[in-house]
């Protein structure tokens, strides 16, 4: 930290040093948050392996009143779940042959939009991005949160390629999740005879095709599966971080919705949830 100080104090140009400032400022701030969120993960953490709070606060020099408020305020650890200091929500463009422009989809729009609320609410940095409506996207960045599904992307469709265990398929009509382990296929409820309002969603942690990291996917046979795991997630989050960490994994989340809204009512999850390293 003191040699960024030094190297931005000697730029020469105001502007720049302005710049540069405000760069530094933005990333410290980030790693004040993250260090914030490993410092009660780890009082959770040692709490549960059967240490009092009163020889964690010995331990780490602090008073019991301040481990208590650690505890209880700062970020929750749970949001590394999503990302660390900054993450980027992704969704696809599709073209409008009405207004000859590309637009985000409604639902896309909403799933994306509450992707976005909950990573602000556990103090992550957020930006936005979409795939082309040809389908480009570059996933090889940290941070990546993607809603896509396999229609819209090449590169999303290849990346879901290589999950161990779930897999999209086709059938005559239309994309289908299938559980290799069960054999079990998933398709929408509108599909059925009469249709009802549900729908299921993959939702995945991929390795980037560079193999420099990994990327969280969400993708629903139909929009609403996709608006259907963001409330899952949101409401699971703290259970799935628990379970899982960083680690790569796959599941399908099944959603009812409401047929006149689109919102979700109620979702779960169809299949256990994969651990790919035990996979």
Known sequence: MHGELER??????????????TERLAEAQREVTELARLRRRLIQELHAQGMSYAQIADAAGLSRGRIHQIRHTGPAPEGAFLGTGAVTVVTPLRFDEVTG?????????????????????FGLDVATDNVSPDGQVDLNRPGLLVICGPRMSEAVRDAYAQDPVI????????????????????????WEHPPR???????????????????????GIHPNGSLGA????????????????????????????????GEPVSTSLLTPIYRHDLA
């Open 230 to 261: 963001v409330h899952f997630l949101t409401n699971e989050i703290s259970t799935l971080w628990g379970q899982l960490g960083g680690s790569q994994f796959s599941t399908v989340i099944g959603t009812d919705y409401d047929a006149g809204s």
């Open 8 to 21: 931005i104090g000697r730029i020469k140009d105001p502007i720049e040093m302005l710049r540069a400032s």
């Open 167 to 190: 897999q999209w398929d086709r059938d005559g009509e239309g994309w289908v999740l299938r559980d290799t382990r069960t054999g079990q296929v998933f398709r929408p409820g509108t």
């Open 101 to 121: 422009r590309s637009v985000v989809a409604l639902d896309d729009l909403r799933a994306g939009k509450r992707l976005e609320d909950l990573a602000r609410a």
């Open 197 to 219: 309002p549900a729908d299921a969603a993959y939702l995945a942690r991929l390795p980037r095709p560079d193999g420099q990291g990994s990327f969280l996917a969400i993708a």
